[in-house]
């Protein structure tokens, strides 16, 4: 089958759907230490981007180019229901979802007495319907619920969504630079997070699509939709599910040439644009449409977007007087 080089996550508010929204106040941080459970990431230099021939050149996955971090930390895994709920229940933070009333999801989890009332799908993407009630604590609208699902990553949630969650941690989003160099787990220009090969000795690796989509979903690597946080083996950083999942918002703003002219240390992105970058591919990636859940891979969406396949993890600065990771 002809690979289509086009995004099956390409679901975004246009400005027709949007609304003016009340942005809220920055939220109080809580008191936990913030750095608890966090992995240490030494920084150092590596080998940024692809062009391997899997790769989307019209998403400036290239050049490869050098690229110098300094240390920082990064959660082993993406934020789950159970924290963000947590987040919701002590601040009253209401997601952008909420605000619109609605949210992308993927049509084969849209239940029939649900589907009955949407009236509006994505052009070019009918996959995605918008779906009224649909939020992250109802992700496929007003009759699901999370029960079961508390250590799934939160989805649903915009990069607005996102950085507030991460202003009351006491965290921050990885720049696209840190995910990518975090992603690869000590390898050099592999295309995975664990190697080269999607499934070593027949195993699976990530959660992503299997079979013929957006139809047919064999489920061989056990999920329909979303997988519990710390499903699979970590990567060489302790790092779970960097690949496939849920794809996790960045700092960035995104740009399709921002590789050929960033900086060699520290990059933080373009100071502007109109869309932020995702990386890591989510459960609806399939060789045949999407692959970026290869390392390298890139894509975007605009901050107050939100799909049920949309997630995000923190990082935090090493504070000036820890150098070194506590042991």
């Not at 990431?41 to 971090?69: A, C, K, R, S, Y």
């Not at 009955?116 to 009630?133: A, H, Q």
């Not at 029960?147 to 991460?166: E, I």
């Not at 056990?222 to 946080?229: D, I, N, R």
Request: proline share 7%.
């Amino acid at each position: 089958m002809d690979r289509i080089d086009k995004p099956c996550c390409a679901a975004r508010r246009t400005a027709a759907e949007q609304t003016a929204v009340q942005r809220q106040l920055p939220l109080a941080m809580r008191s936990k230490d913030p750095l608890e459970g966090m992995v240490y990431i030494p920084g150092g230099t590596f080998l940024m981007g692809t062009d391997d021939e899997e790769g989307f050149p019209n998403d400036g996955e290239g050049p490869v180019h050098q690229v110098t971090l300094q240390p920082f930390y990064i959660d082993p895994c993406a934020v789950t229901n159970r924290e963000f709920a947590a987040f919701v229940e002590e601040t009253g933070y209401k997601t952008d979802a909420e605000t619109y009333g609605w949210s992308f999801v993927f049509h084969l989890f849209v239940s029939s007495s649900v589907g009955e009332r949407v009236t509006s799908v994505v052009e070019g993407s009918p996959w995605w319907w918008n779906v009224e009630g649909a939020y992250w604590k109802q992700p496929e609208g007003p009759d699901s619920h999370l029960d079961g699902r508390m250590d799934h990553p939160v989805v649903h949630v915009s990069w607005n969504d996102a950085a507030a969650y991460c202003r009351w941690a006491g965290k921050r989003l990885l720049t696209e630079a840190e995910w990518e160099f975090a992603a690869r787990g000590g390898l050099v220009q592999k295309r995975y997070p664990w190697g080269d090969l999607l499934k070593p000795d027949g195993e699976h690796r990530c959660n992503i699509w299997q079979g013929k989509f957006p139809v047919k979903n064999s489920l061989s690597d056990g999920y329909a939709g979303t997988a519990p946080v710390r499903t699979y083996e970590p990567n060489g950083f302790g790092l779970y599910n960097m690949s496939g999942n849920v794809w996790e918002w960045c700092a960035d703003w995104f740009s399709k040439t921002y590789y050929a002219e960033s900086p060699e240390s520290d990059p933080k992105g373009p100071s502007a644009g109109q869309s932020r970058v995702m990386r890591g591919g989510s459960y609806l990636c399939h060789k045949s449409y999407c692959n970026r859940y290869r390392v390298a891979a890139r894509s975007s969406n605009t901050p107050d977007s939100s799909t049920g396949n949309i997630g995000f993890r923190c990082a935090a600065d090493v504070p000036s007087e820890r150098s070194t990771p506590e042991k």
